[in-house]
Antibody
Framework: QLQLQESGPGLVKPSETLSLTCTVS??????????WGWIRQPPGKGLEWIGS???????YYNPSLKSRVTISVDTSKNQFSLKLSSVTAADTAVYYC????????????WGQGTLVTVSS | EIVLTQSPATLSLSPGERATLSCRAS??????LAWYQQKPGQAPRLLIY???NRATGIPARFSGSGSGTDFTLTISSLEPEDFAVYYC??????????FGPGTKVDIK
């Protein structure tokens, strides 16, 4: 059974960089059948796609966040990571990692999510 | 950016009733639309993809229809576990994707 687990600090100071890692178990991140992505959800609000990465390292970012986002993959550890720079209170959200099929292009497996609060 | 709007914002129904949720796109997304269910404290779950295809393990009471700019998710007879928030998502401008603001289905 595929599982995705987000990890990283739950509190980040304004202007600093948010860093999260998603560990994939029960399947290989190097599969050519999937992309791997990050989605966030501010408290009480809707979902926002942040970006996606392929095992080869090809990345795709939400244009509204592109200048601040970096997503990377470590196939040896079966992990991929998110860095979001210059954070503000508006970046406070639950951050999810998820798998995106190259066949359907939708998110079919999700991590449980991790709350990141931006506050001094 | 393709904007999705969902209506109504909240739908109050009783178990056993039929639920009809709407998602409208600001421009045509062909059939490249999905529906997700999210319960409090949980990640979204994929229900329907490409407008009308049920995802693996999704009960037959969930069905989707539509194309172009207007889409509908129908729950034929609400079960207690169906009370949740439902989001639509489009992927027509791959790799970008956007989600709708959600419709909450709560117990009347």
């Amino acid at each position: 059974q595929l599982q995705l687990q987000e990890s990283g600090p739950g509190l980040v100071k304004p202007s600093e960089t948010l860093s999260l890692t998603c560990t994939v178990s029960g399947g290989s991140i190097s599969s050519s059948s999937y992309y791997w992505g990050w989605i966030r959800q501010p408290p009480g609000k809707g979902l926002e796609w942040i970006g996606s990465i392929y095992y080869s390292g090809s990345t795709y970012y939400n244009p509204s966040l592109k200048s601040r986002v970096t997503i990377s993959v470590d196939t040896s550890k079966n992990q991929f990571s998110l860095k979001l720079s210059s954070v503000t209170a508006a970046d406070t959200a639950v951050y999810y990692c998820a798998r995106r099929s190259v066949i359907t292009y939708y998110f079919d497996y999700w991590g449980q999510g991790t709350l990141v609060t931006v506050s001094s | 950016e393709i904007v999705l709007t969902q209506s109504p914002a909240t739908l109050s129904l009783s178990p056993g009733e039929r639920a009809t949720l709407s998602c409208r796109a600001s421009q045509s997304v062909s059939s490249y639309l999905a529906w997700y269910q999210q319960k409090p404290g949980q990640a979204p779950r994929l229900l329907i993809y490409d407008a009308s295809n049920r995802a693996t393990g999704i009960p037959a009471r969930f069905s989707g229809s539509g194309s172009g700019t207007d889409f509908t998710l129908t729950i034929s007879s609400l079960e207690p576990e169906d009370f949740a928030v439902y989001y639509c998502q489009q992927r027509s401008n791959w790799p970008s994707t956007t989600f709708g603001p959600g419709t909450k289905v709560d117990i009347k």
